[in-house]
């Protein structure tokens, strides 16, 4: 009965310092890191496009803003009053509606101008992008590391018996950048180049 109970004891030892444990948990561990490189690539592909379509509305509402205030006070400078123009109502309603004009726009500059944000739309958007590279650097580094931990534990003894025995282990493939596409960091065009 002792020498069963030794038996059976040494056995659970043996198959517990095999891998049965180890080796899909590290096979589990290096598979997560990859779908965290997996998702930090759709959050760059769902978050830069709309970002660069912000930047873009922004920049062309401030420049039609922009453009309306130069057209308006080259309007206004046009149009022009001599003191012997004094007396032509016309004349005077005219510089008056061209004056008149460029106040306007003026009005819609200041009361825009908290609202323009260019400037702070395109930080955000390289710091967007910046921290989208970093978390996609370290999710493909953090996977490397995962697959070599595996790859060392399905090929070192005792969990290699384990490895070969009971899952039939194969080394995983570490990150390369090769594959043409989502390893590639979009190009970001705003349309104003020629």
């Given at each position: 009965m002792?020498?069963?109970?030794?038996?059976?004891?040494?056995g659970?030892?043996?198959?517990?310092?095999?891998?049965?444990?180890?080796?899909p948990?590290?096979?589990?561990?290096?598979?997560?890191?990859?779908?965290?490189?997996?998702?930090?690539?759709?959050?760059?592909?769902?978050l830069?496009?709309?970002?660069?379509?912000?930047?873009?509305?922004?920049?062309?509402?401030?420049?039609?803003?922009?453009?309306?205030?130069?057209?308006?006070?080259a309007?206004?400078?046009?149009?022009?009053?001599?003191?012997?123009?004094l007396?032509?109502?016309?004349?005077?309603a005219?510089?008056?509606?061209a004056?008149?004009?460029?106040t306007?726009?003026?009005?819609?500059?200041?009361?825009?101008?908290?609202?323009?944000?260019?400037?702070?739309?395109?930080?955000?958007?390289?710091?967007?992008?910046?921290?989208?590279?970093?978390?996609?650097?370290?999710a493909?580094?953090?996977y490397?590391?995962?697959?070599?931990?595996y790859?060392?534990?399905?090929?070192t003894?005792?969990?290699?018996?384990?490895?070969?025995?009971?899952?039939?282990?194969?080394?995983?493939?570490?990150?390369?950048?090769?594959?043409?596409?989502?390893?590639?960091?979009?190009?970001?065009?705003?349309g104003?180049?020629?």
């Amino acid at each position: 009965m002792k020498y069963r109970t030794l038996i059976a004891f040494v056995g659970a030892f043996a198959l517990a310092g095999c891998g049965l444990n180890s080796v899909p948990t590290a096979e589990e561990n290096a598979k997560a890191k990859w779908a965290d490189v997996e998702n930090y690539y759709q959050r760059r592909a769902d978050l830069i496009p709309n970002l660069v379509s912000t930047v873009k509305a922004a920049g062309a509402q401030e420049k039609a803003i922009l453009v309306e205030v130069t057209q308006a006070r080259a309007s206004a400078s046009q149009v022009k009053v001599s003191s012997a123009d004094l007396n032509d109502p016309a004349k005077v309603a005219a510089y008056e509606k061209a004056q008149n004009g460029l106040t306007l726009s003026l009005q819609r500059l200041q009361e825009a101008y908290p609202e323009l944000k260019s400037q702070d739309n395109y930080k955000t958007l390289m710091d967007q992008l910046e921290g989208t590279e970093n978390r996609i650097s370290t999710a493909r580094h953090d996977y490397n590391e995962a697959v070599q931990a595996y790859n060392t534990t399905i090929r070192t003894f005792p969990d290699a018996i384990g490895a070969k025995v009971f899952y039939g282990a194969k080394p995983l493939v570490p990150f390369k950048a090769t594959t043409p596409g989502a390893d590639v960091a979009p190009t970001v065009n705003f349309g104003n180049t020629n």
